[in-house]
């Protein structure tokens, strides 16, 4: 009876060790497993031009960090849903990665088509991290406390636009033409048209107009451009392709030849087909995709990205993409660990962190930045990506 009751005790003491064996295999290899960040973006569709590059971008930064080991030991892995360019499919295609085990969530160039996505993403517990949505409502105010964009805000594209079309081309006289699809153009045109008014003086605005660049149908509108007294020096025209780029057609067509201002969203050389022989054309992005930034830092990356890819980046948004898995790797780094939580909180600590995107600070309140550095480049003759030279914000409107 003894003899049976040791051996008994001895074949659950082999069963508990064997448990424990399997139970510390198992840990062991979900610690081998890479941590997954799971991309929901663009990439058919519309916007997916705007995501290509910084997913892209995302690879070349993951594969470094693998090949020097990791984060914390741990290797990185980006999987993908895509939205199709449509709002109403952001929710789905980051519900989708999350189900597939993303512990970091990365949503598309924009707010009103990233949105869904980060907020699925902040309920989730997750960062929440678009590439390069402008709209400053990305952010705890719009979405959520664990939602971030790499983003150079629009209201310090336009600041820029606005102080380099008055202080270094002597413009004093301006027409702003919004599209009124997306958040970001109504925060471009309106801190244009405040920074403007500064500048310029309230009589210094001549006129505003707004089209749906859904249906790009612009004639009523050029008609008023046409017959104001006389015609404006710049024309803003917060607009992105395809739509804007009909509008800006219809403009040229129409012989209204003034000067126009764009964001980033006119970045590339994609849509340029739809406005034969555009000139006159400035923009502010990123960085120049064409050869010939001059910034050293810039110019690695794109030579990095090329010898990768064997072709440039689409946009310059691709500074952006490489730049969220910058960040939030060094925020890993610096909290110790993946916890949200503690990875948010030390996002909330950059101040100035040298990024590519350029020096990158976030607050507890602020996800975004405003002022940094831009490339400001023309379109000539049809030919784009002319530099002119590094703008900056250098005061945001009162």
């Known amino acids: 009876m003894k003899q049976r009751q040791l051996l008994k005790t001895g074949l659950v003491s082999k069963t508990g060790l064997a448990a424990l064996a ?8 979900r610690a081998e ?12 569709g519309a916007i997916a031009p705007y995501d290509d590059g910084p997913a892209k971008a995302m690879e070349i930064a993951v594969d470094e960090i693998n090949a020097k080991g990791g984060i914390l030991g741990r290797q ?5 849903s895509d939205t199709k360019s449509d709002i109403a499919y952001g929710a789905t295609a980051a519900q989708d990665v999350i189900d597939k085990g993303a512990k970091m969530v990365v949503v598309t160039c924009d707010y009103d088509y990233g949105s869904a996505a980060a907020s699925v993403a902040d309920g989730a517990g997750l960062i929440a991290f678009s ?14 406390p664990n939602a971030f964009t790499m983003a150079t805000g629009a209201p310090g594209q336009a600041v820029a636009l606005a ?11 301006a027409y702003v033409l919004l599209d009124t699809t997306i958040a970001f153009d109504a925060s471009f045109a309106d801190f244009f048209t405040r920074r403007w008014t500064e500048l310029a003086g309230a009589e210094g ?23 104001l007294p006389k015609q404006p020096d710049v024309m803003v025209l917060s607009s992105f392709p ?6 800006m057609r219809q403009l040229r067509a129409a012989d209204v030849n003034v000067p126009l201002l764009g964001s980033e969203s006119w970045d590339g050389d994609y849509w340029l087909e739809a406005v034969p022989n555009l000139s006159n054309f400035y923009l502010v992005t990123y960085g120049s995709v064409f050869g010939n930034d001059s910034r050293p830092e810039v110019a690695a990356f794109m030579e990095k990205f090329k010898k990768k890819f064997d072709t440039r980046p689409v946009t310059s948004h691709a500074m952006t993409g490489y730049s969220v898995i910058q960040g939030w790797t060094k925020a890993i780094e610096k909290a110790g660990t993946f916890d949200t939580d503690k990875v948010r909180d030390a996002l909330e600590t950059f101040v100035g962190e040298p990024l590519l995107a350029g020096p990158t600070t976030f607050t507890k309140d602020t996800h975004i930045n405003m002022r940094r550095d831009l490339i400001l480049l023309e379109v000539k003759d049809g030919k784009p990506g002319n530099v002119i030279s590094v703008v900056k914000a250098e005061q945001m409107p009162k």
């Open 22 to 29: 399997l139970a510390a295999a198992l840990s062991a290899a």
């Open 33 to 44: 497993d890479p941590i997954i960040i799971g991309a929901a973006i663009a990439q058919s």
């Open 76 to 80: 990185l892995k980006i999987i993908y």
């Open 131 to 144: 590439t390069c949505a402008g709209d400053p409502k990305f952010g705890p105010s719009g979405i959520g």
């Open 163 to 173: 102080e380099w079309a008055y202080n270094v081309k002597g413009w004093r006289t």
């Open 205 to 227: 605005l001549i006129g505003k107009d707004t089209f749906g660049g859904e249906d790009p149908q612009i004639a009523s509108q050029i008609t008023r451009i046409k017959a």
């Open 242 to 247: 395809p739509g804007g780029s009909s509008a």
